[in-house]
């Protein structure tokens, strides 16, 4: 096993930074829980240093051209992808996704939000109105210093999707990654700074929630982006409402993919399955409550045993494993508890639902089937790999019971009618839906919630609005007619 222990805990100023005497975060490998690195959360002295760097450097950078700017962005991203192995493997390490996994969509895809907004970068505008012969121009401006604040799933690619379109826009970042899985953000920044970022700019500290909180509630911080979960987002809005900064809020969902009986059966299965146990169902967006039309019910649930069954659980750096651990013990046995109310609330168990004896945090992928709305099951977000079966009649009703919840993030359709498709995710109340696929989430597409799964969007060109403002400059070209 490669050596993980990072140079030092921090990254500030373009150099790795150690303070021992913050508290200890040891980083657990889930596949083994062996512990594989130990770190230091930030002490108030690194959380001011890291702020203070970010402050100083962020007007320089500002300053320059964003054909400069994109061009190091763009230079990252093609390092990314050099060491896209080694990056890989690390994240593996950190968080227990397969390798055959992170290969194709963690450590690559920072590196297309990298390429993106490098790429975006100089063509950052305002715009000209024209008043008569008076005129009024915009200058979009970067917001200053951003703080960004990681949940655990996806470690690189949520410091790339956070930073790269900050840094296009000319603001600095602090980022600070989940305690859970500390280690990927500071190759991000590592990288960022071979590649030519000049110091300051991309910072990364570590530590729990109070530091995220001291983060953010700083007044040198003019925006703070959370991945997280929906009461740590109340928090982290509401702190930084007090300075009325800027937020971006990527919170959790309960998303509903709904399955119509004309569907491609293979497809929608194929969709249910990356939709609930891709990185052993802890992403956002998964489309955890699958509702299925009754004519296609038991076909629908008999080749999904089947498939789900022939998942390869086991060692993550093996590439043929596709099913790995949970991050960790606790979160586990969070998933455990659901899986229990589940059977306890009457949901038939259709496959898994077992934790994997061992020192690993695994557990197997767990189907129910007739699953009804008012279920635990059905309601709340559980961030494992525990699929809900609901059934249903008509579309009006699937559309108001999708609908029928508190979190807004995704949505999903699977039918072989191209109108019923485009008309049902029409009324979806989600913010990311997909027909006839399901999680596919690439750069040029806008990313983020509705209801209580977020504000703001991240990647795309409706990032830049969340990373910028707009100054309005009216300029007079004749006398001033002034009353008296
Ligand atoms: P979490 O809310 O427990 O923690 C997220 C981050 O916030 C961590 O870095 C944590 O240290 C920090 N934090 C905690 N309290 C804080 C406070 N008071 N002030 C500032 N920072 C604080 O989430 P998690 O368990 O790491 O991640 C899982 C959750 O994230 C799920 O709900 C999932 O749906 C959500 N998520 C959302 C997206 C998205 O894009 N919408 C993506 C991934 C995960």
Redesign the pocket.
């Known amino acids: 096993m490669q050596n993980v222990q990072p140079t030092a805990s921090h990254f500030i100023n373009g150099a790795y930074v150690e303070d021992a005497t913050g508290a200890a975060i040891d980083v657990v490998y889930p596949a083994t829980g062996a512990v594989i690195a130990t770190l230091h959360a930030a002490t108030p002295a690194i959380v001011d240093q890291a702020l203070a760097a970010a402050k100083a450097a962020q007007p320089v950078w500002a300053a320059m051209t964003g054909t400069e700017r994109g061009r190091i962005l763009r230079r990252a991203a093609d390092m990314i992808r050099d060491r896209n192995r080694a990056l890989s493997e690390l994240e593996t390490l950190d968080t227990g996704k397969p390798l055959q996994e992170t290969l194709v969509a963690d450590a690559t895809s920072g590196a297309d939000a990298l390429e993106y907004f490098g790429g975006l970068a100089a063509s950052l505008t305002g715009e000209h109105i024209q008043l008569g012969q008076d005129f009024v121009y915009t200058r979009r401006e970067a917001l200053g210093v951003c703080v960004g ?6 470690p690189t690619q949520i410091a790339c999707w956070k930073g790269a379109p900050a840094l296009a826009c000319g603001n600095s970042m602090v980022f ?5 899985t500390p280690l990927s953000a500071l190759k991000v920044a590592e990288i960022l700074h071979e590649a030519g970022l000049p110091a300051g700019l991309f910072n990364v500290i570590q530590g ?2 109070d530091v ?2 001291a983060l ?1 509630t700083d007044p040198r911080v003019d925006k703070v982006s ?7 987002g109340r ?2 809005y509401a ?1 930084a409402a007090q300075g009325i900064k800027h937020v971006t809020m ?4 309960k998303s509903p993919l709904i399955v119509f009986d004309d569907a491609d059966v293979e497809d929608a299965v194929g969709g249910a399955i990356l939709g609930n146990f891709y990185s052993s169902g802890q992403v ?1 967006s998964n489309g955890t409550r699958v509702f299925v039309q009754k004519g296609i019910k038991e076909r629908f649930l008999a080749r999904l045993k089947q498939r789900v069954e022939a998942a390869v659980i086991g060692d993550p750096m093996d590439e043929a494993t596709n099913f790995g651990p949970m991050v960790s013990a606790a979160q586990r046995d969070i998933v455990l508890g659901y899986i229990e109310k589940g059977q306890a609330e009457g949901a038939r168990l259709i496959t898994g639902g077992q934790r994997i004896d061992g020192d690993g945090f695994y557990l197997t992928p767990t189907v129910f089937a007739d699953v009804t709305d008012g279920m635990t099951i059905a309601r709340e ?1 559980i ?1 494992g790999p525990v699929m809900a079966v609901l059934d249903f009649d008509d579309e009006d009703e699937v559309i108001a019971r999708a609908n029928a919840t508190e979190f807004g ?1 995704s949505a999903g359709v699977f039918t072989r009618d191209l109108t019923r498709g485009h008309r049902v995710i029409g009324q979806l109340e989600a913010g990311s839906c997909w027909i006839n696929t399901y999680n596919l989430a690439p750069v040029e597409a806008p990313f983020g ?1 509705a209801k209580l ?2 504000v703001g969007r991240e990647n795309s060109k409706a990032a830049i609005e969340h990373y910028s403002q707009l100054k309005s400059v009216y300029v007079a070209m004749g006398p001033v007619d002034a009353p008296y």
């Open positions: 604040i990681g949940a655990w799933n996806y600070k990654p989940s305690e859970t729990r929630g995220g909180a953010v959370l991945t997280g979960s929906v009461p740590t928090k982290v702190a990527e919170l959790g969902g956002c977000e961030f993030l919630g799964s977020g």
